[in-house]
């Protein structure tokens, strides 16, 4: 631990390729790096083996899951479970899937038009009150979804909204977090551009449009992923506004899958990785975009 | 750019004239319908909520003339208020399941919190002092749990904690030879240092899903710190530890701050884990004020009562809400 340490000599390369102070290889240094790298991977796996586990157990049949003590790896791998699923008429998946998509991607668009354009307007107008109005988008993030969600829910019912995909997707369409994030990346677009746009005769409809949507594409990236990913994943909000089964979202769907196969562990296994796929995807697509975006702001 | 020719916006603007109307037509027409939207979903509800805590509003009842209030729905007052602080063994029972509601809730939040920062701040300076490419796959393998949604999250808990068939017993069985079959989730003499083995569940899947993303954050802001500061500590001969307590961490003090409030707030308000993994059960050892207002207001009808306690949630999250403002301030204002 207590080593000291010299500036390398050589190796300044290394050190500009990865951003880390590459040190000479002394033995006792590459021991301590090596006892780190095994820590790290001994964290990793205990990570991961709740969600590996689950995975592997998805191929694995039932009477193997209702083994004592279980088994890690599949001994007999199948995808039974997989074809009961995507065949069982109690569990129109598509549907489900249709349903989730709807919301998801509603919500998505809406919030990226709506935190676009009043993250530029918060960002690059002065006007009167501009500073205090700013202040109460941001205090609206403190807000408990508990607190609002039982007068949301005698509205919707006035509205007649109970039931219906609308009403699940109606109250997401301004997102706070999502103003103040874009308001952060406008930060990057000169106000000289926005300005030599307006002496060439553009509208201000034209310069965010053609000016300012352009160069936002890694923030409306980074906001839509997050938002599809938060909204693919609610569970409170539709638990309390879609009561007819056919009206409901995927986490819904699957709690109320796992009731009902409580003595069919491997089934619920298998629905629950065919529920984490699609998020999944849109990680894998994202992921730097996501990283940057989180650690922007850091809003949960 | 074409700046060359153009001077600062003030000046700019009288001498473009007519354009500073269609400037604030635009902020106008952006900024009504955005206002109007956040008075009816966010303003409108938070008053409602505190107009509702008046009331004795239940949806049962047939004929509510204006949702909830007047009429069929007598005015309370400050009656429910009262109630929350009956602390009498005769108390009604949704009064002591606010009362235990309160407690696990505390509890939960403020033993998330320090384990939390313990886990996720060593292990993100660890990751930050590998190669990029390791690093790449470290974060992954941390951040897969935040990408899951937390109803999968206590699914896939509910699984490893199985008595019968799950994995924890599995391994304790294995290791110790004898047969193991312990209720992690619903046996209610299960505590552990006063605190209920069933409620520890929880926290660990909690921070199984949540370290990913603080460390996300934590990684961000070591890698902003600049190696040449540390490479003069080092320089002077001071140790990996002192480099990490005396200049890394005075550093990372903002961002540990941040952290810690977003934690703390939303641990306040966590619902899913609460009622798919233990459904606030056993005997309402993980009954969480969020699963407290949902049942209330949506199992049994109490609604003007589930404003009521929602209204005490919001004072919690409001007072912590505050001293995050306090403190972040510097780091939202650009």
Do not use: C
Request: charged share 15%.
């Amino acid at each position: 631990m207590a080593t000291t340490i010299e500036r390398p000599a050589a190796g300044e390369r290394a050190d500009a390729a990865t951003r880390q102070p590459r040190l000479p290889g002394q033995g006792r240094h590459t021991l301590s790096r090596l006892a780190l790298y095994a820590l790290l991977s001994v964290f990793g796996v205990i990570a991961a083996v709740p969600f590996v586990w689950m995975i592997l157990g998805s191929f694995k049949t039932g009477a193997e899951l209702r083994q004592t003590p279980p088994t890690f790896w599949p001994q007999d791998p199948t995808l039974a479970n997989y074809e009961t699923i995507l065949s069982d008429p109690d569990l129109p998946l598509a549907l489900f899937y249709r349903n989730s998509l709807f919301v998801a991607v509603t919500v998505v668009i809406a919030t990226l038009f709506t935190s676009s354009l009043l993250g530029y307007v918060f960002a690059k107008y002065e006007f009167r009150g501009r500073q205090p109005l700013f202040w109460f988008v941001l205090a609206t993030m403190m807000i408990p979804a508990q607190v609002t969600m039982i007068p949301a829910y005698l509205i919707l019912v006035q509205l007649g909204l109970l039931n219906n995909l609308w009403g699940l997707v109606l109250p997401s369409f301004v997102d706070a977090f999502g103003i103040f994030l874009m308001r952060q990346f406008m930060f990057s677009i000169p106000d000289d551009e926005i300005w030599s746009a307006r002496v060439d005769g553009a509208s201000e409809w034209r310069i965010y449009r053609s000016v300012v949507l352009p160069q936002l594409k890694p923030a409306l990236a980074t906001l839509g992923m997050l938002t599809f990913m938060f909204h693919w994943n609610a569970y409170l909000w539709p638990l309390i506004v879609l009561t007819e089964q056919d009206k409901r979202t995927l986490p819904i769907i699957l709690t109320w899958y796992e009731t009902q196969h409580t003595a069919q562990p491997n089934l619920v296994m298998a629905a629950s990785v065919l529920m984490v796929i699609p998020v999944l995807i849109v990680f894998g697509l994202s992921q730097r975009w996501i990283v940057r975006g989180l650690t922007l702001t850091g809003t949960k | 750019m074409a700046s060359a020719t153009i001077e600062r916006p003030r000046g700019r603007r009288r001498w473009l004239g007519g354009r500073e109307g269609a400037q604030r037509r635009f902020v106008a027409v952006v900024l009504s319908p955005a206002l109007a939207y956040m008075a009816v979903f966010l303003l409108l509800p938070i008053a409602w909520a505190i107009l509702l805590a008046f009331f004795d509003f239940s949806s049962r009842r047939t004929g509510s003339p204006f949702l909830g209030l007047g009429l069929d729905n007598p005015y309370v007052g400050l009656e429910h208020f009262k109630r929350m602080f009956d602390f009498s063994s005769t108390a009604p029972l949704e009064v002591r399941q606010f009362h235990t509601a309160v407690k696990v809730t505390l509890l939960f939040a403020f033993l998330v919190l320090p384990l939390n920062l313990a886990i996720t701040l060593p292990l993100a300076a660890m990751i930050e002092s590998v190669r990029d490419r390791w690093k790449v796959l470290y974060r992954t393998v941390f951040f897969l749990p935040v990408l899951t949604s937390a109803v999968g999250v206590a699914i896939i808990w509910g699984f490893v904690l199985n008595p019968q068939r799950g994995l924890l017993n599995g391994m304790i069985t294995r290791l110790t030879g004898r047969f193991t079959s312990i209720a992690w989730t619903t046996d209610a003499d299960l505590v552990f240092v006063g605190i209920p083995v069933a409620l520890i569940a929880i926290i660990v899947a909690y921070l199984w899903q949540d370290i990913g993303y603080n460390l996300v954050i934590f990684i961000a802001a070591l890698q902003s710190i600049p190696d040449s500061v540390k490479d003069a500590a080092r320089v002077d001969g001071a140790s990996t530890w002192q480099t990490f307590r005396y200049i890394t961490l005075p550093l990372l003090k903002p961002t540990i701050l941040l952290v810690s409030v977003l934690t703390m707030i939303s641990s306040f308000q966590v619902f899913d884990l609460f009622q798919v993994m233990t459904n606030g059960g056993p005997d309402d050892q993980t009954r969480a004020l969020s699963l407290d207002i949902y049942e209330s207001a949506f199992r049994y009808q109490r609604m003007g009562w589930a404003a009521a306690v929602s209204v005490v949630l919001f004072l919690l999250v409001l007072t912590i809400s505050l001293v995050q403002s306090r403190f972040l301030k510097a780091n939202w204002e650009y």
